[in-house]
């Protein structure tokens, strides 16, 4: 028997679990009403384990309601969100790449990491640097101990021609990271 494609009809879980639903409650039913008509037609209660075996298809049902009903969309996760801007900003898609970014800000105004992504993002674009300027300090104000939000500073008070604040930035970086390797990066 060959298998589906993908282009081919193929029952999706919900409506398979409607089905099992449908049939554990006509099973649950038909052992329920089992004693009744062995009352009725035999004149005698047979069927002793019946109502034991209605009940555990009745829970069955119950579940399976409750297992098929309705997914609700996931929650967006801001990491999910950061990798696929990430992606977006690598394969040259930069509007879509900001758009992701700012939902994932909009998720959790607190993640530095969606602001540094925004800024070099930013630097890519003519005339951005005051906004790539912004989500740097920004960013450095939620993690002050990430040298490298310095040196990426730095790196736009040099494109802005602020040479005394890209010091100062390569300075505390240097101080963080505990070495001279951010001052290094200006070539002084």
């Known amino acids: 028997m060959p298998t589906p494609r993908d ?4 029952e999706p879980p919900v409506d ?3 089905q099992w639903r449908r049939a554990a409650l006509a099973l649950a039913f038909l052992f329920g009403s089992m004693p009744l008509a062995s009352k009725l037609f035999l004149g005698s209660w047979g069927f002793d ?3 034991g075996i209605a009940c555990l298809c009745l829970v069955v049902a119950g579940y399976l309601y409750f297992a098929g009903g309705p997914r609700r969309p996931p929650i967006p996760d ?4 950061l990798d696929e801007a990430i992606r977006l900003a690598a394969s040259g898609e930069t509007s879509r ?3 992701a970014l700012d939902e994932a800000l909009r998720l959790s105004p607190r993640l530095w990491q969606a602001r540094q992504y925004r800024g070099q993002v930013r630097l890519g674009e003519p005339d951005a640097a005051e906004s790539a ?3 740097f300090t920004e960013a450095i104000r939620l ?3 990430e040298p490298h939000l310095y040196i990426l500073r730095s790196h736009v008070f040099t494109l802005l021609g602020r040479d005394s604040s890209a010091r100062a930035d390569l300075e505390t970086a240097a101080r963080l990271r505990g070495d001279g390797a951010a001052a290094e990066n200006t070539g002084s």
Do not use: K, N, Y
Request: hydrophobic share 45%.
């Open 7 to 10: 282009d081919e009809d193929v």
């Open 16 to 18: 398979r679990a409607r």
């Open 49 to 51: 384990g019946a109502p």
């Open 78 to 81: 801001s990491a999910d969100i």
């Open 97 to 99: 790449a900001l758009a």
């Open 133 to 135: 300027l912004q989500d």
């Open 143 to 145: 993690a002050p101990e």
